[in-house]
């Protein structure tokens, strides 16, 4: 069992900047953040590679959002700016054994990620 502890939501406002930290109980394979709204799917935003040297990112993420890891502090962070209203939402960490179709974006990714956070609540206002 893995679990894992996300920290760092709050509020801000419309083109205002975040970092969400996920920390591991232990050495945990690929990671990834996703978000959700009430009344729609989990999607993903971004995914990483177990050394952290291949990122993947969503259309909404590209460019303003960047994902990271230190595997010495067991740490994943979410780095995101020039947020935007529609950016509300609950992120979650997630962790996988890299199994297939962890990179790639779709209604079916989070069923390829086996342990969750608790989420953490961002909101941005416009």
């Known amino acids: 069992q893995v679990q894992l502890v996300e920290s760092g939501g709050g509020s801000v406002q419309a083109g205002g900047s975040l970092r969400l930290s996920c920390t591991a109980s232990?050495?945990?394979?690929?990671m990834a953040w996703f978000r959700q709204v009430p009344g729609k799917e989990r999607e993903g935003v971004a995914v990483i590679s177990t050394v952290g040297d291949v990122t993947y990112y969503a259309d909404s993420a590209k460019g303003r959002f960047t994902i990271s890891r230190d595997n010495t502090k067991r740490t994943l962070y979410l780095e995101m700016n020039s947020l935007k209203p529609e950016d509300t939402a609950m992120y979650y960490c997630a962790a996988s054994a890299c199994g297939g179709g962890w990179y790639l974006f779709s209604p079916s990714q989070a069923a390829v990620f086996t342990y969750w956070g608790q989420g953490a609540q961002v909101t941005v206002s416009s």
């Open positions: 232990r050495y945990t394979g690929c």
